[in-house]
Nanobody, 115 residues
Framework: QVQLVESGGGLVQPGGSLRLSCAAS????????MGWYRQAPGKQRELVAA???????NYADSVKGRFTISRDNAKNTVYLQMNSLKPEDTAVYYC?????????WGQGTQVTVSS
């Protein structure tokens, strides 16, 4: 069993920054991919960013140039640096780890962008 523990969410003003962290209970490099999803009220969960085991990354068009995903294998942790935050970034952010064919999820952390 894999546990993912997220941290770093909160309330921030538009244009501000936050960094989310997701610590995995097992060695992260054994995952096929790790990523961040988000779900806003009344909307479906969507992919925000992912990092594949080889190190390549993938971003939603809405966050390209503003968000950066990274991974520290020594700490079994994946990060999401979020800059230039917008009100439409408000959502619950979930960490995901994929070990084919299984997806593991964190409990979610709230990010609210508001003045």
């Amino acid at each position: 069993q894999v546990q993912l523990v997220e941290s770093g969410g909160g309330l921030v003003q538009p244009g501000g920054s936050l960094r989310l962290s997701c610590a995995a209970s097992r060695t992260s490099f054994r995952f096929n991919a790790m990523g961040w999803y988000r779900q806003a009220p009344g909307k479906q969960r969507e992919l925000v960013a992912a990092i594949i085991s080889g190190g390549s990354t993938n971003y939603a068009d809405s966050v390209k140039g503003r968000f950066t995903i990274s991974r520290d294998n020594a700490k079994n942790t994946v990060y999401l640096q979020m800059n230039s935050l917008k009100p439409e970034d408000t959502a619950v952010y979930y960490c995901n780890a994929r070990m084919i064919p299984t997806d593991y999820w964190g409990q979610g952390t709230q990010v609210t962008v508001s003045s």
